[in-house]
């Protein structure tokens, strides 16, 4: 099993780009990684950590890829008690509705009982061209943070 578990939801792909980015970062700081783009809740260990990046699309709605994801979050409300995760949204600041997506999975993950680990980096694609270079900088507090998990 990988110590850590990234789970990213995408449109366009700028959330998986960030994901396989990450992961790679974190298996050169000695983590080994599982990538899955828009897993269902069963394929995920109810114990370990996660980290969850989604992108945000329409009026803060969660990409398609992840949507069953979040509705079986919503629905069977699973045990996740011993899941510690991390949260990086992507989206424009332009919308009102800014990283909603991931406002909605982080309440979802809370309301079963997973543990938040730092912060939730939220990245405005006006800002940041290439969504990777702020998610890496928040990664390396983030992995100074699960030293204490």
């Known amino acids: 099993m990988a110590d850590i578990t990234l789970i990213s939801g995408s449109t ?3 959330a998986e780009y960030v994901a396989e980015h990450l992961a790679e ?3 050169d700081a ?3 990684t599982e990538t899955l783009h828009g ?4 394929e995920l260990s109810s114990s370990g950590i996660w980290l969850v990046i989604s992108s945000t699309h329409g009026a ?8 069953p994801f979040y509705n079986d979050l919503q629905s069977q409300k699973p045990d996740l008690s011993q899941v510690r995760f991390g949260a990086i949204g992507i989206g424009s600041r332009e919308y ?4 909603g997506a991931i ?5 979802e993950l809370t309301a079963s009982g997973a543990k938040q680990i730092g912060e939730t980096l939220k990245i405005n694609v006006l800002e940041h061209d290439i969504p990777e270079d702020p998610a ?14």
Do not use: A, M, R, Y
């Open 96 to 99: 009102d509705t800014f990283c």
């Open 136 to 149: 890496e900088v928040w990664l390396g507090s983030w992995i100074n943070l699960l030293k204490n998990v």
């Open 103 to 107: 406002d909605k999975l982080q309440t």
């Open 39 to 42: 897993p269902q809740v069963e």
């Open 60 to 67: 803060g709605d969660i990409p398609d890829n992840l949507l």
């Open 30 to 32: 000695g983590f080994s």
């Open 12 to 14: 366009l792909g700028g």
């Open 25 to 27: 970062k974190l298996e």
